[in-house]
T-cell receptor, first 113, second 111 residues
Framework: NAGVTQTPKFQVLKTGQSMTLQCAQD?????MSWYRQDPGMGLRLIHY???????DQGEVPNGYNVSRSTTEDFPLRLLSAAPSQTSVYFC????????????FGSGTQLSVL | DAKTTQPPSMDCAEGRAANLPCNHS???????VYWYRQIHSQGPQYIIH???NNETNEMASLIITEDRKSSTLILPHATLRDTAVYYC????????????FGQGTTLQVKP
């Protein structure tokens, strides 16, 4: 099992550019989520999904889109990147919504200039 | 999820037990207490969880008070590699998966 795989590990964007952060898990987990972590801060929930075809907003959803067409993949889209989105992004998954044992990816460090 | 309160930082001598407290006075009956840690800028790592009984695994022990309003994570013999941010989270099956991480406790293990 590879666990939770995030790509890319590093990315630099210019303001206004779009990109997709990829997240894939091979554990057949129902629940997947995206967090961002700013320097010296805890993790803040962006979006989450409780299964294929179902997504919902977390604490800080503005500026981000998600979709869940398969159980394995949960991409995070930045439609028009802004400097305020400079952060480290973590994807996580768990077996189900009521079991909080999350498995995290290694993160994507994003800089928006 | 119930709000949790943790001290922002703690120190511990290498080889000694590290006791990390967490207050969750508004926890409801179906909410578990979960502990995670984050080393450097890696993704958080699950440590342990419990409902009302004390729990132990190869990484740590979790002591939950009888009224469930607080808990303590115990690392029995802290090493330098245990230096990390430790997060305490109350999470129940009634919510739809919004696992919320607070600021956590930064544990510094010193030689």
């Amino acid at each position: 099992n590879a666990g939770v795989t995030q790509t890319p590990k590093f990315q630099v964007l210019k303001t206004g550019q779009s990109m997709t952060l990829q997240c894939a898990q091979d554990m057949n987990h129902e629940y997947m989520s995206w967090y961002r972590q700013d320097p010296g801060m805890g993790l803040r929930l962006i979006h989450y999904s409780v299964g294929a075809g179902i997504t919902d907003q977390g604490e800080v959803p503005n500026g981000y889109n998600v979709s869940r067409s398969t159980t394995e993949d949960f991409p995070l889209r930045l439609l028009s990147a802004a400097p305020s989105q400079t952060s480290v992004y973590f994807c996580a998954s768990s077996y189900s919504t009521d079991r909080g044992q999350l498995f995290f990816g290694s993160g994507t460090q994003l800089s928006v200039l | 999820d119930a709000k949790t309160t943790q001290p922002p930082s703690m120190d511990c001598a290498e080889g000694r037990a590290a006791n990390l407290p967490c207050n969750h006075s508004t926890i409801s009956g179906n909410e578990y207490v979960y502990w995670y840690r984050q080393i450097h800028s890696q993704g958080p790592q699950y440590i342990i969880h419990g409902l009302k009984n004390n729990e132990t695994n190869e990484m740590a022990s979790l002591i939950i008070t009888e009224d469930r309003k607080s808990s303590t994570l115990i690392l029995p013999h802290a090493t330098l590699r245990d230096t990390a941010v430790y997060y305490c989270i109350a999470h129940g099956s009634s919510n739809t998966g919004k696992l919320i991480f607070g600021q956590g406790t930064t544990l510094q293990v010193k030689p």
